[in-house]
């Protein structure tokens, strides 16, 4: 398939710029694969839809407030840091703007001197690893300096950090929420578990490389980024009784339904604790091994993203539900309205 297979046209205005208050009242489409029918409820009417013995898994990563603005320490310079990787304890792989003043040696200072960096290395893509050094531990440093990195297509100031993190968010090491878990609220998970939903956890870091727009005109030919993930043995577990009983296994997120599909993979279709890195290419043709059901946002035309959502709901179903949604005015992208796919 070509790349420009996933194309459609998205008024501007249809970006969200600001989350819906409160989360669970975002809109829902509910998109049935087998017939491609199509519903349109609220967030909160998941509750209805998911069964006692159903398993949402949900991603826990938390996302890091990797932003930094700061001065080159010798010219006074402004300089923009954006954490990506973290390499050693405070050795990081960052992307540094302008780039061109950081070469190896060079020193910033961030937060009026709470935190000091010294770029060690340069790397071939351009990225650079940093070390870090400050008074305090780093991580309550940069919670109390560093901000949200909000996707480009985001141009309003967030007024509340923690709007871009999921209420169940523990695990910090992603340089972008996963979106779909954005719109369940404590109250609504509390409902859910009270309906005998349960509720299991991965780990998958988010990259930034899920911005990264693809290149190539045969997606064969398109490289993913690679992202580390975990998944413990409690959710293997819960994973193979759901399967057991008759229930479906339900993915919150592109991300969760890698780390499923990866683990699967990898383990020649059995799922137990496994932790590593993947660059599963999820898109058409690819048979899934886990999945049951699907809930995520509306991603960027093009993006690998909605080639996996058309891998698991059907190519032409999921081009004519993003007509449907641009025609109906859902709100795209990481503050948008949400999709479930069952």
Not at 4 to 27: C, G, K, N, W
Not at 127 to 152: A, H, V, W, Y
Not at 178 to 194: I, S
Not at 260 to 266: G, H, I, K
């Amino acid at each position: 398939m070509k790349t420009s297979d996933f194309y459609y046209d998205l008024p501007q205005e249809l970006i969200a710029q600001t989350p819906v208050e409160p989360r669970d009242h975002s809109r829902l489409m509910v998109l049935d694969r087998k017939n491609g029918s199509l519903s349109h409820l609220h967030f909160y009417d998941v509750l209805h839809l998911l069964n006692p013995g159903d398993l949402l898994v949900v991603n826990n990563s938390r996302v890091l407030p990797a932003r930094l603005y700061g001065t080159k320490e010798d010219t006074g310079v402004a300089m923009e840091l954006l954490l990506l990787e973290q390499k050693e304890q405070l050795l990081w792989e960052c992307l540094v703007k302008p780039g061109r003043r950081c070469k190896e040696g060079a020193k910033f200072v961030f937060g009026n001197g709470l935190l000091h960096g010294a770029v060690e290395r340069v790397q071939e893509d351009g990225n650079r690893l940093i070390r870090f050094s400050c008074e305090k531990d780093f991580f309550s440093t940069l919670d109390q300096i560093g901000q949200m990195p909000l996707p480009p297509y985001i141009t309003e100031k967030l007024q509340d950090k923690e709007r871009y993190q999921t209420v169940y968010s523990k695990e910090l090491g992603s340089a972008a929420a996963p979106t779909a878990g954005l719109h369940f609220t404590a109250e609504l998970m509390d409902k859910l578990r009270g309906k005998g939903v349960s509720i299991a956890e991965v780990t998958l870091h988010v990259g930034l490389g899920t911005f990264r727009p693809v290149k190539a005109d045969d997606i064969n030919n398109h490289k993913m980024h690679s992202e580390h993930y975990f998944l413990p043995q409690e959710t293997a577990d819960l994973i193979r009784k759901t399967k057991e009983n008759g229930g479906r296994v339900i993915a919150v997120g592109t991300t969760s339904c890698r780390t499923l599909e990866s683990v699967a993979t990898f383990c020649n279709g059995a799922i137990e604790e496994c932790e590593g890195y993947t660059d599963i290419f999820i898109y058409p043709g690819y048979q899934f091994k886990v999945l049951d059901g699907l809930i995520t946002n509306f991603h960027l035309p093009e993006s690998t993203l909605i080639m996996l959502v058309s891998a698991f709901a059907g190519y032409d179903h999921t081009m004519a539900a993003y007509q449907a949604a641009v025609a109906d005015r859902y709100r795209f992208f990481s503050f948008g309205d949400a999709m479930l796919v069952i």
